[in-house]
C-alpha cells in the first residue's frame, strides 16, 4: 500500500498562475481532506470531502476549489495564485466513523511558492 | 467553537528522561477524540497517539502515553525514555462530534529538542 501520494512534491507559480495539486489515497477511505500549514500556525483545513462526489468548505477555503470525482482522488486547484497562498500543503484521508479513533493518514505535503 | 491550545513553543529534555507535551482543548460536543501527531524535519505527519472522549483509561502506545484529564479539558503527551529521534514538531489535535465528519482542528505544535 502506498497510502496517501500527492503531487507534486515542490512547485513554484508566478502570481495569478492556476494550478491543481493532487491527492490520491489506496485504503478505500470515505473521507479526504485539505490542510496548509504555515510557520507557527500548525495545519488549518482548506477543504474536505466526506464522500465521492461531496465536498464542504473548512477554515481556510477562500481561494479554492476541489473536486473529488473518484472515492480515490481528491484534487485542490488554485484558480489565481497569490503570494498568501505560499504553504505547506497537505492531503490526508480517513476512515469516519463518528465514534472512535478516525486517525488521518497524511501524505508527505507539497511546498508551494507563489513569487 | 472548538480550539486547540498548546502553550510551549518549545522545549528541551535530556535524552533517556522523561518529557510532557501540555495541549488544552475547548469544546462542547460531548464526544470528541484527541490525538498527537509529530513531524520530524523530514516534513510528514506521523499518528502517535489517541484518545476519545469516553475512554475510561489514559490511551498509550509503547513510549507514548496520554494524560486526559477531562474535568481540566487537557490531553497532554508523555514521551517515556527520550531519545534523539524524537526532536520533532508535535501537534495536538482535536475531532469533533457528530457534522463534525472526522475534521481535526490542530494546535499550533510544540517543538521538541532531545539533548544528548
Known amino acids: 500500500n502506498a497510502g496517501v501520494t500527492q503531487t507534486p512534491k515542490f512547485q513554484v507559480l508566478k502570481t495569478g498562475q492556476s494550478m491543481t495539486l493532487q491527492c490520491a489515497q489506496d485504503m478505500n477511505h470515505n473521507s479526504m481532506y485539505w490542510y496548509r500549514q504555515d510557520p507557527g500556525m500548525g495545519l488549518r483545513l482548506i477543504y474536505y470531502?466526506?464522500?465521492?462526489?461531496?465536498?464542504d468548505k473548512g477554515e481556510v477555503p477562500d481561494g479554492y476549489n476541489v473536486s473529488r470525482l473518484k472515492k480515490q482522488n481528491f484534487l485542490l486547484g488554485l484558480e489565481s495564485a497569490a503570494p498568501s497562498q505560499t504553504s505547506v500543503y497537505f492531503c490526508?484521508?480517513?476512515?469516519?466513523?463518528?465514534?472512535?479513533?478516525?486517525?488521518?493518514?497524511f501524505g508527505p505535503g507539497t511546498r508551494l511558492t507563489v513569487l | 467553537a472548538q480550539k486547540i491550545t498548546q502553550t510551549q513553543p518549545g522545549m528541551f529534555v535530556q535524552e533517556k528522561e522523561a518529557v510532557t507535551l501540555d495541549c488544552t482543548y475547548d469544546?462542547?460536543?460531548?464526544?470528541?477524540?484527541l490525538f498527537w501527531y509529530k513531524q520530524p524535519s523530514s516534513g510528514e505527519m506521523i499518528f502517535l497517539i489517541y484518545?476519545?472522549?469516553?475512554?475510561?483509561q489514559n490511551a498509550t502506545e509503547g513510549r507514548y502515553s496520554l494524560n486526559f484529564q477531562k474535568a481540566r479539558k487537557s490531553a497532554n503527551l508523555v514521551i517515556s525514555a527520550s531519545q534523539l529521534g524524537d526532536s520533532a514538531m508535535y501537534f495536538c489535535?482535536?475531532?469533533?462530534?457528530?457534522?463534525?465528519?472526522?475534521?481535526?482542528?490542530f494546535g499550533k505544535g510544540t517543538k521538541l529538542s532531545v539533548k544528548p
Open positions: 470531502s466526506a464522500s465521492e462526489g461531496t465536498t
Open positions: 489535535a482535536m475531532r469533533g462530534g457528530g457534522g463534525s465528519q472526522g475534521n481535526l482542528i
Open positions: 484518545q476519545g472522549s469516553y475512554d475510561q
Open positions: 469544546t462542547s460536543d460531548p464526544s470528541y477524540g
Open positions: 490526508a484521508s480517513s476512515q469516519f466513523r463518528d465514534r472512535g479513533d478516525n486517525e488521518q493518514f
